[in-house]
């Protein structure tokens, strides 16, 4: 079959997200675009993950846990995992590295943690928009210590990608690469797969780009296998 993956969706936990994106809004919204497949990747965290997986399961949707952390160099990266618990264990690892800086709501936007029924159940105190400690190099080998994929984020961006931060994609142990919908930027990718995702901060924004690919069905095992040979296909509707 051809899936459909929504690779890069925050919800209400990152401060860019719309309190209007719980988890059950995320997987309404996702299966109403017709997609087979979507990441949770919030910044530095994944207090979410446990609503997200429920509100996918009850929504028929397939799902990867994940986050999308700030290397020490400021370069946004992506982190997927299958297994729920690893997920969550490497989003306390990201949040406890974070510094102790109070984060701002009124500036900044919510942080806040949902339980399946929707309910905020806490708000996240650290400032999410900071750097953990770990170089791009230290990062990668984290995610991969829990059996994750490792993907720099928008390097076609001209803000928190490798492009902006270090001027090039430093030769590194990836999954893939994920672009930005910025056809004029040229940026070398050498031989590695590229993916999308919507970077969806409103229910409205999930599905405006994805990544298809063939698998037996939609799932990290399949994604995995597409990635590794290298087809992989991204889709944009702006």
């Given at each position: ?6 690779l890069?969706?925050h919800s209400?936990?990152?401060p860019?997200?719309?309190?209007t ?12 675009a017709?997609l ?13 993950v446990?609503?997200f ?8 949707v397939?799902?990867l846990?994940g ?5 020490s ?17 490497f ?8 510094p102790?800086?109070?984060?701002d709501?009124?500036g900044?936007?919510?942080q806040v ?11 996240l105190q650290?400032?999410?928009?900071s ?7 230290e990062?990668?080998r ?20 490798v492009?902006s931060?270090?001027?090039?994609l430093p030769?590194?142990?990836y999954?893939?690469?994920e ?6 930027v040229?940026i070398?990718?050498?031989?590695l797969?590229v993916?999308?995702g919507?970077d ?16 037996a069905r939609p799932?990290?095992a399949?994604?995995?296998t ?13």
């Open positions: 079959m051809t899936i459909r993956a929504d890069h969706i209400c936990l990152s860019c997200g719309e309190l994106m719980s988890p059950r809004a995320i997987a309404a919204a996702a299966v109403a017709g087979d497949l979507i990441a949770l990747t919030d910044h530095n965290a994944a207090h979410n446990p609503a997986a429920a509100a996918c399961r009850e929504r028929g397939a799902a846990y986050c999308e952390a700030t290397s160099e400021e370069v946004h990266v992506l982190a997927f995992f299958e297994d729920e618990r690893n997920a969550i264990a989003g306390e690892e990201v949040y406890g590295s974070l102790d800086l109070l984060h709501p009124l900044f936007g919510d943690v949902v339980d399946e029924a929707e309910l905020i159940v806490e708000a650290k400032r999410l928009i750097a953990t400690p770990w170089s791009l190099t990062l990668g984290l995610v991969h210590d829990r059996r994750g994929l490792f993907v720099p984020a928008h390097i076609d961006r001209a803000s928190f990608s492009w931060q270090l001027g090039f030769e590194d142990d999954d893939a690469v672009r930005d919908h910025h056809p004029d040229r070398d990718s050498g031989d797969p993916i999308a919507s969806a901060h409103e229910p409205g924004q999930i599905g405006r780009r994805w990544t298809e690919f063939e698998g799932g990290f399949a994604l995995r597409a990635l590794e040979a290298r087809k992989v296909h991204v889709v944009a509707h702006e």
